[in-house]
Antibody, heavy 119, light 108 residues
Framework: QVQLVESGGDLVKPGGSLRLSCAAS????????LTWIRQAPGKGLEWISY????????YYADSVKGRFTISRDNAKNSLYLQMNSLRAEDTAVYYC????????????WGQGTLVTVSS | EVVMTQSPATLSVSPGERATLSCRAS??????LAWYQHKPGQAPRLLIY???TRATGIPARFSGSGSGTEFTLTISSLQSEDFAVYYC??????????FGQGTKVEIK
């Protein structure tokens, strides 16, 4: 079955960097559109980034544009999120998710990894 | 940006009862509306898309309705496994699409 497993979450100081990974299995990874979505403590869900199956199309939410970089390695069935210039407001559980081919619907999600930005 | 407002924030329901959750969009999103279920420590799960279409494997007790700015998720007879937080999300002119703040369905 479809499995998405995030890793890399940690405690980091403001201004620091972190790289999240998402390991995928149970489906044809190279065919899928992928996204990162986060949930800050006590808040709702926020979509933050998208990458197409080949990596040719990438989108970011305004809140992370210029600081975060999404990438993928189809040979390794892995999705990544490089996070730089981290701020306290980036503290959240980060989920990777498969986006539907036809619309901005998220068909499958991982269980998330916690990123805490604090001095 | 379209703002999604869910109500109530918390819904207390007894097992076997009906639950009705509401989601309102600040402007029309047509039927570009999805519902997700989220249990603590688990991956969120897609329930409904296109406002009323159940996702694969979702039980028939879950139903969605609405269009434009007003949407409803109904759980016809709550089972123990249905106690969770439910989020609506619009995907009209995605990205970004936005989520509501969630409705927590708790045991009465």
């Amino acid at each position: 079955q479809v499995q998405l497993v995030e890793s890399g979450g940690d405690l980091v100081k403001p201004g620091g960097s972190l790289r999240l990974s998402c390991a995928a299995s149970g489906f044809t990874f190279s065919d899928c559109y992928l996204t990162w979505i986060r949930q800050a403590p006590g808040k709702g869900l926020e979509w933050i980034s998208y990458i197409s199956s080949t990596g040719s199309t990438i989108y970011y939410a305004d809140s992370v544009k210029g600081r975060f970089t999404i990438s993928r390695d189809n040979a390794k069935n892995s999705l990544y999120l490089q996070m730089n210039s981290l701020r306290a407001e980036d503290t959240a559980v980060y989920y990777c998710a498969i986006r539907s081919k036809n619309a901005g619907i998220f068909d499958y999600w991982g269980q998330g990894t916690l990123v805490t930005v604090s001095s | 940006e379209v703002v999604m407002t869910q109500s109530p924030a918390t819904l207390s329901v007894s097992p076997g009862e009906r639950a009705t959750l509401s989601c309102r969009a600040s402007q029309s999103v047509s039927i570009d509306l999805a519902w997700y279920q989220h249990k603590p420590g688990q991956a969120p799960r897609l329930l409904i898309y296109n406002a009323a279409t159940r996702a694969t494997g979702i039980p028939a007790r879950f139903s969605g309705s609405g269009s434009g700015t007003e949407f409803t998720l109904t759980i016809s007879s709550l089972q123990s496994e249905d106690f969770a937080v439910y989020y609506c999300q619009h995907y009209n002119n995605w990205p970004p699409g936005t989520f509501g703040q969630g409705t927590k369905v708790e045991i009465k």
